[in-house]
């Protein structure tokens, strides 16, 4: 509970004449002291209540019949036991707190802009108002309460047609306020601004006429005369009383007879005023021709008789004031009486209308629900033909897949034998080719000393198409082979950066008077201008003229600069690393089953693979590549006198030692690129010091931290596979086989995104490379279906159920989608 006293109304030269309280004034009002106890005692207050169109107009009748300039404003806040929400209203004890502690906020906000319109009412009528606030569960209880703590001695309520002068078995806030009120508070009741009763104010007395004394202003409509006060009828009786007592002690003067005709005198005065309407009392009329008739009575007769007169008129005013009392309990109650029935008449008729309502909305909705029930009948049907022509199209797909495995049978029949076709051209191309690069050589020997060498190249057979550059190209190309364009040295020659045609090229020029630089150009021509693959290094075109090479241009360098931080660019990482190791045993998969000849490298090293703008590898560095036949185990290599330092490093012990080639070579080469793909550290007594951190088990302890947190799988197989293939003995090396290729591009998907389940074999678990779709409909990797069908099975190996069919599909576009999400991972 709390007492806000609101500021006086804003002076005219100030906020204007009139001006309303704003929120900001109403907070500034909250705890500002109160008055004084004996200014609040003496203060009018009125209690206001939530509706101001029932609270204005008692309001109104304050400021008009006390003509106060400070006026009190009562009010209890009275909390919704019930909390709205989105299934209805619930009790407040039931809902969640959070909405319960929302809907106090909306409450106390509407109650303040209630307040706020009573504070504007009372400015706008010049009276200063205060508020005393309380929250209780019962209005009444807050009401009396407030009184009671704050010694209130004028109240005024307002009162319910209904309730006026119904005091006995009523539970109303009126009934409640008049019976439990302190003795010592006035209270007006006050019914649509017109007074109905008061509740007199009383020490210790408890009389009806102290209760229920009505307003003078009220009793006026229905009489003309108004009905004397108490204490005037009482004091003229004791006045009768003290004359009568003096009447012995003045021996019949004359001041007994003037008493006594100014008594008459103010009787008839009296009786003057009132109305002709009025009636007059018996006795009075009784007594007037007795004094008349009885001029010479003597004066105690007359006293005595006037005496008795007075006290007859005093007990009919009595009982006229009782009986008028009585007169308005039943007015009241009659108009109680019609008011309820009007009430019941109107509720009557809005329980009608709303029967009628809910009567037409229960038939639109009977409506409503019978055009749904049409509505699904009709989806029911448009669904039957929908499935029904479903099952005719899947039964048209299967014959048109029929047909597609058909032709594709047909097809795979006719590309085997084109295939057949050209593999016995290209062995004749090939054959004759030999011959003639057999016969070049012999003629290049016996011209060593000659600078040019164009006329040793031959571009026949099924080479691709090369672009044969003039010198002056190449000199514009690099601005006369200037040394700002040179990317490094060698002793076969220089390399150089150029743009040709808009495209950025690599120009190998090697020395015309060296016979291994004129070696080396032939075999790259003769290698190169024959072999595509994504990971070894495009020939673009030759300059036989200046006995150059001219390459793509690859602008991530060589993997020896990226391993060892000769660039400024970040270092590689484990992934990419991994897809690296990938790329080069893809690369030297495909020249080591190249046919009808064996396509052997015999110079890797990190020197020679160079990555491109994606960090993919290329191997480069075919100028001492061999062709071994496929019968021919061991080819003996021509050792370069122009060997960098630190290539034997990389090359095979075994041939160190016995002068003979063999793919186990390059196999040797790839393990110690893993091992330093995995370590970063030079590639002298790299195996061994591997070997030694794997067997005691500190592998973590040598894996170079420039590629972030290697997962141990992934590094564990690394390693693994690379110390196979640096054994010292050729025998111990692995094969490089499709398997372990496809093993090694699996490395770097750990740790990644998941594989999507319809991506995986259902009997290998493993992603597909050649997806077979079966008559059962799904999808098998195609070597391990033929398996499970060669073994004599013609089961499904998902539903177990007979297979309609043993004709294998290809599923073209499942085997596209898993090309396209290896190459993204």
């Known amino acids: 509970m709390k007492v806000l006293s609101p500021s006086p109304p804003p002076s005219p030269t100030v906020a204007g004449l009139g001006g309303p309280p704003s929120p ?12 004084a106890p004996g200014e609040r005692e003496r203060r009018l207050h009125v209690a206001v209540g939530r509706s101001p169109e029932k609270t204005l107009p008692l309001l109104r009748w304050a400021f008009r019949r006390f003509g106060c300039r400070e006026i009190g404003l009562l009010h209890v806040h009275q909390p919704s036991p019930l909390i709205p929400t989105l299934l209805g209203k619930i009790p407040a004890s039931q809902a969640n707190e959070e909405l319960v502690s929302v809907y106090r906020r909306t409450e106390k906000e509407i109650t303040k802009r209630i307040l706020l319109t009573y504070l504007r009412f009372c400015h706008e009528a010049q009276v200063q108002p205060s508020i005393i606030m309380t929250e209780a569960e019962q209005i009444q209880n807050g009401i009396v309460d407030l009184v009671v703590q704050h010694g209130i001695r004028r109240l005024v309520m307002g009162s319910a047609p209904d309730n006026c002068f119904k005091l006995k078995g009523s539970s109303s806030k009126v009934t409640y306020a008049a019976k439990n009120a302190p003795p010592f508070c006035e209270i007006w009741f006050v019914c649509k601004g017109r007074h109905v009763w008061t509740r007199e104010a009383s020490e210790g007395t408890n009389s009806f006429l102290s209760v229920f004394s009505p307003d003078a202003a009220v009793l006026h409509k229905d009489c003309c005369d108004p009905m004397p006060n108490p204490e005037y009828v009482s004091s003229n009786t004791f006045m009768t009383a003290d004359l009568q007592g003096d009447r012995g002690k003045s021996n019949n003067t004359g001041v007994v007879v003037s008493t006594d005709s100014s008594i008459v005198d ?17 006795v009075d009329i009784g007594f007037l021709s007795e004094i008349n008739s009885q001029d010479k009575l003597e004066p105690e007769v007359f006293f005595d008789q006037l005496k008795e007169v007075n006290l007859e008129v005093e007990r009919s005013k009595k009982e006229a004031f009782v009986e008028l009392v009585k007169r308005r309990e039943v007015e009241t109650e009659v108009e109680e009486a019609l008011d309820k029935v009007k009430a019941l008449e109107a509720a009557h008729a809005r329980e009608i209308k ?42 048209g797909a299967q014959e048109m897949s029929l047909r597609r495995d058909e032709a594709a049978a047909e097809l795979d029949l006719i590309q085997s034998s084109i295939a057949i076709l050209r593999l016995e051209r290209q062995k004749i191309q090939e054959q004759e080719e030999k011959a003639v690069a057999q016969l070049e050589r012999w003629r290049c020997n016996s011209q060593a000393t000659s600078p040019n060498c164009s006329q040793l190249i031959g571009f026949g057979g099924d080479s691709y198409n090369l672009t044969e550059f003039a010198l002056s190209d190449l000199e514009s190309a690099t601005c006369g082979f200037s040394g700002s364009f040179k990317l490094g040295q060698g002793g076969y020659g220089c390399v150089y950066k150029g743009e040709i045609f808009n495209r950025s090229v690599v120009i190998k020029k090697l020395h015309p008077h060296n016979v291994q630089g004129q070696m080396e150009f032939q075999q790259e021509v003769s290698v190169l201008s024959k072999l595509r693959h994504p ?23 060589t993997l020896h600069d990226r391993l060892f931080c000769k660039t400024t660019t970040p270092s590689l990482t484990w992934r990419v690393r991994t897809c690296i190791a990938a790329q080069i045993s893809s690369a030297l998969l495909f020249l080591h089953s190249s046919k009808p000849e064996k396509i052997i490298h015999g110079d890797l090293k990190p020197e020679n693979i160079f990555l491109d703008s994606n960090f993919n590898c290329k191997i480069g560095g075919f100028g001492t590549c061999r062709l071994v036949p496929e019968d021919v185990e061991y080819y003996p290599l021509f050792r370069r006198n122009t060997e960098r330092k630190g290539a034997f490093s990389y090359a095979d012990p075994q041939y160190q030692r016995t002068e003979m080639l063999t793919p186990k070579s390059d196999v040797y080469s790839f393990g110690i690129i893993i091992l330093q793909l995995l370590t970063g550290r030079p590639p002298h007594g790299l195996a061994s010091e591997v070997r030694r951190t794997v067997l005691s088990r500190k ?24 110390l196979q293939c640096s054994e010292l003995n050729s025998r111990d090396r692995p094969e ?21 389940p319809f991506f995986l074999c259902p009997i290998l678990q493993e992603i597909m490379h050649d997806p077979q779709v079966a008559a059962d409909g799904f999808t098998y990797e195609g070597r391990a279906l033929r398996g499970w069908l060669e073994s004599g099975r013609e089961t499904s190996p998902m539903t177990n159920l007979k297979l309609k069919h043993l004709n294998l599909a290809p599923n073209h576009a499942l085997r596209f989608a898993i090309q396209d999400w290896l190459c993204h991972c």
């Open 535 to 557: 990971h070894l290094v495009t020939l673009v075109g030759v300059c036989p003229e200046a006995l150059s090479l001219v390459y793509e241009y690859l602008p991530n360098g």
């Open 24 to 35: 900001a004034a109403f907070r500034r009002a909250v705890g500002r002291g109160s008055t």
């Open 354 to 395: 709303i029967r009628e309502e809910l009567e037409d909305l229960l038939t639109t909705i009977k409506l409503q629900h019978k055009e749904l029930i049409n509505q699904r009948d009709e989806t029911m049907k448009e669904l039957q033909n929908a499935l029904s022509t479903i099952a005719t199209l899947d039964a």
């Open 699 to 722: 592998l973590s302890s040598i894996l170079d931290p420039a590629a972030g947190e290697w997962p141990s799988d992934v590094a564990r197989r690394l390693s693994e596979f690379g």
């Open 736 to 756: 490089l086989t499709p398997e372990v290729v496809r093993e090694l591009e699996q490395l770097h998907l750990m740790e990644e995104r998941p594989v999507p």
């Open 266 to 282: 103010s009787t008839n005065l009296s009786n003057s005023e009132c109305s002709p309407s009025c009636p007059t009392s018996p």
